[in-house]
């Protein structure tokens, strides 16, 4: 087995749904979430808080250097995450599928190395 | 080559020379005919991309060494697999002594592989699931075609790079990152469940036909490579028809390259200049190939499943069946355009209806419907709409839009026969 990570791919100043809109994809994800579980693929997910509130820590001479904001701007940013453990790409393309339905929004799926107990 | 295998794109197929003639023809032979089905063998054996192709490859330098003298194995074919088991046996071995972790991982599989009772029957099953993981949706289409010429056909990196006109280590990187991908993401070695086989199949289908046309276009670039992405292409719609009996749109395909292959020789006339259908003599065209792919084309129409590529076939049939242009059944190719139609709702596909249209309706009732069609990119489109408006003697009209086809191809030959058309306007 593997790991994948499926990342919400989220573009930068897009509008946000209505509410009554957003409120049907959360039950959505909640549907996937469950799902993952039942088919033992679960690992974790969650959604991520906007970009303007992260934190960039580096280390320089010794020290530690601290900056307001994402490490760098883009069109796109990381929505929010899933880390499923599947047998091999096209298993991970399905949840892949299924995340996209459920939050409307593109969804990367990427390998992580290495393999992990089944 | 020690630990070679580690780094992915250093295995290069090279087609063994140097031996008596008749043994480096025997085994050229035998490259082309036996270097996908071993390498399909040993990917199964070694789940490891590199370490068949590897394999493969020495198994062949070692016939080329050892065959002068010994003389042809009884059967050279599974010589050639067994031998190359063995090599890559050996050499995990060692590597695995060495605690290389891919190496153990590879030797667990092969002894594994080894110990099953044969259960997965022919080893043609091998080459399908080698073409479907080329073919894999999660590559780009150049990678897919690139790996599917390299893994089932054999052809060396320099020979892709030339073939597709793109610099060697370009198309290294290219097979490089493929393999990789479907190393690292686990992109199965399988042949795809019956849900998704129909998606999966086109998606093959796609690549062969693309294989077959680069060949064909003749954008550029030697004629001679060329020529083998053709003969390649064909040799794998063979080998697909041959694994899967019943998709007819594989039969379709196979139908649809045999056709237009057999018009080859006839679609450049003595001083190189491209022949449209039309004007080309029909004693030059290959009527084993045109009957080979009739008789595929009847069996389509015998299953009653149509679909675009064997639409297309049975519209290549109708214009092999014409003894000159002019009994060409345009009648029934407006019928079949129609259907293709249907199936394959495309802008491309209405402007070649509208070619039919105009030899059924008159250049009138095309040119109304090549209008609506938002092409301008497309150079055909603007050839197409320059001879309906030659043919309504609309001559200023005819050069604009000539001049447009010739600035939107790269093809030496297209542009010479586009200026040739062009010369030839009546003047105003």
């Known amino acids: ?12 100043g897009g509008e946000m749904p209505a509410p009554e809109v957003l409120e049907g994809i959360m039950r959505n994800v909640e549907v996937f979430h469950e799902e993952l579980r039942e088919a033992g693929a679960w690992v974790f997910a969650g959604g991520l808080n906007a ?14 250097l601290l900056t307001d904001g994402p490490y760098a701007e883009g069109k796109e940013y990381l929505g929010g995450l899933c880390i499923i453990k599947a047998p091999d790409l ?18 990367e799926v990427r390998p992580f190395e290495g393999e992990v107990e089944g | 080559m ?5 780094h992915p794109g250093a295995a290069e197929p090279r087609r063994p020379t140097g031996a008596p003639a008749v043994l480096t023809a ?26 068949a192709e590897e394999a493969v490859q020495e198994a062949f330098v070692t016939a080329l060494d050892r065959w002068p003298s010994a003389g042809l194995p009884p059967a050279p074919a599974g010589w050639i697999i067994t031998t190359a088991r063995n090599r890559a046996i050996d050499r995990l071995r060692r590597e695995a002594s060495r605690a290389d972790r891919q190496a153990r991982a590879a030797l667990a599989q092969s002894l594994d592989a080894g110990s099953e009772p044969a259960e997965e029957g022919p ?9 479907f993981t080329c073919c894999h949706p999660a590559l780009s289409t150049g990678a897919q075609v690139a790996l599917t010429l390299r893994l089932l056909g054999g052809l060396s990196t320099a020979e892709l790079a030339h073939a597709f006109l793109v610099p060697e280590p370009t198309m290294a990187q290219r097979l490089v990152r493929a393999k990789g991908k479907i190393r690292d993401a686990r992109i199965p070695y399988r042949v795809p469940a019956d849900a998704d086989l129909p998606d999966r199949v086109r998606s093959v289908l796609a690549v062969v036909y693309l294989i077959f046309n680069e060949g064909h276009t003749a954008s550029s670039g030697d004629r001679l490579v060329r020529e083998d992405l053709c003969a390649e292409a064909i040799r794998l719609g063979r080998l697909l028809a041959d694994l899967m009996p019943d998709e007819p749109e594989v039969r379709g395909l196979l139908a649809l390259m045999l056709l237009s292959e057999s018009r080859r020789t006839a679609r450049t006339g003595p001083d190189g200049a491209l022949l449209p259908l039309a004007e080309q003599d029909r004693s030059r065209w290959d009527h084993e190939l045109i009957a080979e792919g009739q008789a595929l084309v009847r069996q389509c129409l015998r299953r009653d499943r149509p679909g675009p590529y064997q639409i297309q076939a049975a519209i290549n049939a109708v214009h092999s069946d014409a003894p000159t242009a002019a009994a060409t059944d345009w009648g029934q190719i407006l019928r079949l355009y129609d259907q293709l139609l249907v199936q394959a709702p495309t802008l491309v596909v209405a402007l070649n209806r509208a070619v039919a249209v105009a030899e059924v309706e008159g250049p009138d009732a095309a040119l109304a419907l090549v209008e609506q069609l938002a092409l301008d990119r497309y150079h055909v489109f603007h050839a197409v709409r320059a001879d309906l408006l030659r043919r309504l003697g609309r001559a200023a009209e005819a050069a604009t839009a000539y001049d447009a086809a010739v600035a939107r191809t790269q093809n030496a030959a297209e542009q010479e026969f586009l200026r040739r058309r062009r010369r030839a306007l009546p003047a105003d």
Not at chain 1, 1 to 12: A, C, E, G, N, R
Not at chain 2, 2 to 6: I, P, V
Not at chain 2, 27 to 49: K, P, T, W
């Open chain 1, 1 to 12: 087995m593997k790991h994948y990570l499926l990342s919400v791919i989220t573009p930068t």
């Open chain 1, 51 to 64: 970009p303007s509130t992260a934190t960039v820590v580096q280390a320089k001479d010794g020290d530690t």
């Open chain 1, 90 to 107: 096209d298993a991970a393309l399905d949840w892949g599928r299924k995340a996209a339905r459920a939050i409307t929004l593109p969804i």
């Open chain 2, 2 to 6: 020690s630990g070679a295998s580690r």
């Open chain 2, 26 to 51: 025997d085994v050229e032979r035998l490259f082309r005919e036996e270097y996908g089905r071993s390498v399909a063998v040993l990917v199964r054996a070694f789940g490891d991309i590199d370490i």
């Open chain 2, 123 to 131: 080893v043609h099953d091998d080459r399908l699931r080698l073409i």
